[in-house]
């Protein structure tokens, strides 16, 4: 069965500090997502990547990097955490071309 | 601004009605539009997803009804149940493009 894990389901960090989330995916896809999940505003892509070492911005990217080292293996940085990204983040997968994305089930980010 | 416009925010439904949610887009290269279902502490899931060459498409007791004139689309989930209730997003994408519009999300109550 299709797995995309995230490494951590609760996360508490501090204002300034530096994050990293985490995502694995088991599929050998070419494509991963990380979004981020906030209440009325739907899923919002913040980087994607199409295969290793490749990557793209999506619609709100400040604030962030990423970086895919191995091909199913992407990670969200946060470069200097503030409070306003506390949030849902949110990794997902899919094969090349216009195929579904699979999704892991989350990392809840609280920034105090 | 956002690709995909979803509504309602939220639904509440009685037990073995139908829940209808619908979304709008302006971008006529969207070629495939999948609906995702999410429940608490879950990632989102792929539920039915529909491409322009037809106008219906029905998995059990969901269906997606797709009018390209209008550029709508819109799930029912007929006898809606409580194991329904959920968060429902609908989304577009572009062929040969690996990214999604995902729009802002339904809450759907269902009443026992």
């Not at chain 2, 601004?1 to 971008?27: D, F, M, R, T």
């Amino acid at each position: 069965d299709v797995k995309v894990t995230q490494s951590s389901r609760y996360l508490v960090k501090r204002t300034g500090e530096k994050v990293f989330l985490e995502c694995v995916q088991d599929m050998d896809h070419e494509n991963m997502f990380w979004y981020r999940q906030d209440p009325g505003l739907g899923l919002r892509l913040i980087y994607f990547s199409y295969d290793v070492k490749m990557k793209e911005k999506g619609d709100i990217p400040e604030g962030y990097s990423v970086s895919r080292e191995k091909k199913e293996r992407f990670s969200l940085i946060l470069e200097s955490a503030s409070t306003n990204q506390t949030s849902m983040y949110l990794c997902a997968s899919s094969p090349t071309g216009n195929q579904p994305q699979h999704f892991g089930d989350g990392t809840r980010l609280s920034i105090l | 601004q956002q690709q995909v416009k979803q509504s309602p925010q939220s639904l509440i439904v009685q037990k073995g009605g139908i829940s209808i949610i619908n979304c709008a887009y302006e971008n006529t290269a969207f070629d495939y539009f999948p609906w995702y279902q999410q429940f608490p502490g879950k990632g989102p899931a792929l539920l039915i997803a529909i491409r322009p060459d037809v106008s219906e498409k029905k998995e059990g007791r969901f269906t997606i009804s797709f009018n390209k004139s209008a550029k709508q689309f819109s799930l029912h989930i007929m006898d809606s149940q409580p194991g329904d209730s959920a968060t429902y997003f609908c989304a577009a994408s572009i062929r040969n493009f690996n990214k999604f519009y995902f729009g802002s999300g339904t809450k759907l109550n269902v009443k026992p």
